[in-house]
């Protein structure tokens, strides 16, 4: 299989903690985090420096609170401290678990148990919601809150302010307990359990070692091309391990400097101010950039001398001349004016949004992975891309597709490598279904692999409707034709039998973007609508025909990762 070699700078760990230290080293007293302080209001920084001597403090301080090595939940919003507290937890021996803050409190409740965390460690977002779950969780030791900016703290011993914490670890470090420093790493050891519910509904908890994390690190680190001078504006929520792997933990590899957004509503703000060179993100948030592009730019009556520019500049860029960043000065702009590449992954992205970023001066690199694979299987180098794909294999990492039936196509990816996660906690049954006889992690993806080694995915493994003539229609290709409308904000595309019959029918669900329709009424919308449809029909063979639309007034539920909940559209 071919790899691509990078052309720069690696650096290798051999466990999280020593590329905490490496780092240091490095990179010193430049900034790895600037974030605003949720109890001042502040904008703070931490250093490479800083970093090192929080995680030294928080492993002592878990030494001296009687729960290194133990399982430490750890949820809220983004955070440095979130970093500071999974790194300081792995470093012990521990496990860290970060969860999801959007869950339900029973929810939380029962994956804390399920692991038998004694330490909740949270940001003050959520202490009402830890409050609710403290009288259904007995077992638990000590609540340490992150940033707590109230004078009515409970004054129960169990609840203790994360500032408190870390200066009795400092204390303890000073007095010589060195955990961190001393602790031997066994890197195949469970460090990580990420409860993942993607868009199943069902949850599992996936056991990741240190060798799968520092893997996957260090083959983000080598298919990305960044390094010291790069900024970034974290959007993504930390519980995830595409944010957490890439962001937190590679991009600090390279030494950028990373600033925590603190809203969604700041987002742009933020871009902003900060100026990030480079963005980790999921196709909606691309979509919502886009489509904010244009609307301004046909608010401002420019929309065919933007189209002319971009031809132009497509043009003169295949003759060697790039004059992106000039011609599209003000949308770039938008986003700060530094922004030149999006690592986008998460789920698919549309072509021609790729295309026109392209235009704009904004490389966009496709990314596939998969939280069982902590996560990163694939990537699109910034020097080699193929559309429609996303991405090379990694290097510390297999694929090959196993087809039902040799004349196919294509068949189910399936991977292999140090990247892969130990299996599902608690559940032995679960963790012996999802890998291959031969011992290759099935992904649940339909695909193929070309003769470059890049990998393109044709659908879900558990998404596809199997029509009554034997056809398979894998609806994720229909969404992305239907996604090019600008009058389709999001859609699902099902299967559901026919009234009285078993037979299957194609549909589309679809939430209209209904700054299109402003004082259109709903036949007018649906009529739109269905237009839409009509036209993608018209690209497509008989048997993948959308014959039945359904018009949504609200949008879809989704994951905090921005991902649909499919399971719960029916």
Known sequence: MKKTQPTHTVYNMSSLYDGVVKEAERYGDKARYIYIDKATKEEKTITYNEMLERVNSIAAAETAFGFAGEPVVITGESNPYYVVTYLSTVACGGISVPLDKDISVEAFCGFTEMCEAKVIVYTASLHKKILEAEKMLPNIKYFICIEYSGDDFPEDPRFIRFEDFLEAGRKAHDDGVRTAEEHVADIDKTCAIIFTSGTTGTSKGVMLSERNLVTSTIDCCSIMKVDVDDVYVSVLPFHHTYEFTISQLALPNTGGTTFINDSIKNTLRSFAKYKPT???????????????????????????????????????????????????????????????????????????????????????????????????????????????????????????????????????????????????????????????????????????????????????????????????????????????????????????????????????????????????????????????????????????????????ETEFEKTTSKKIMRYKVK
């Open 278 to 552: 480079m963005l980790i993100l999921v196709p909606l948030y691309v979509e919502t950039m886009y489509k904010r592009i244009w609307a301004e730019i046909n608010k401002k009556g420019k929309a065919k001398q933007v189209k002319a520019a971009m031809k132009l500049s497509r043009a003169l860029k295949k003759v060697g001349i790039d004059v992106r960043r000039k011609l599209f000065k003000d949308i770039l702009a938008a986003f700060g004016g530094e922004l030149h590449g999006i690592v986008c992954g998460g789920a698919p992205l549309r072509a021609e949004l790729v295309e026109d970023f392209d235009a704009f001066g904004i490389n966009i690199c496709e990314g596939y992975g998969i939280t069982e694979c902590s996560p990163l299987i694939s990537a699109n180098p910034v020097h080699w891309k193929k559309l429609h794909s996303c991405g090379l294999v990694v290097n510390h990492m297999q694929v090959r597709i196993d087809k039902a039936d040799p004349e196919d196509e294509t068949g189910e990816i399936v991977a292999k490598g140090d990247a892969v996660m130990k299996g599902y906690y608690k559940n032995p049954e679960a963790s012996a279904e999802a890998f291959t006889d031969d011992g290759w992690f099935r992904t649940g993806d339909i695909g193929y692999i070309d003769d470059d080694n890049f990998v393109f995915i044709t659908g879900r493994k558990k998404n596809v409707i199997i029509l009554s003539n034997g056809k398979n229609v894998f609806p994720e290709e229909l969404e992305e034709y239907l996604g090019e409308s600008k009058y389709i904000s999001e859609c699902v595309v099902l299967g559901r039998k026919a009234e009285g019959s078993d037979d299957v029918a194609i549909w589309a669900i679809v939430y209209p973007n209904y700054d299109e329709f402003e004082g259109k009424s709903k036949e007018e919308i649906e009529e739109t609508i269905k237009g839409e449809v009509d036209k993608v029909n018209k690209k497509l063979p008989i048997f993948k025909h959308i014959p039945n639309v359904e018009i949504r």
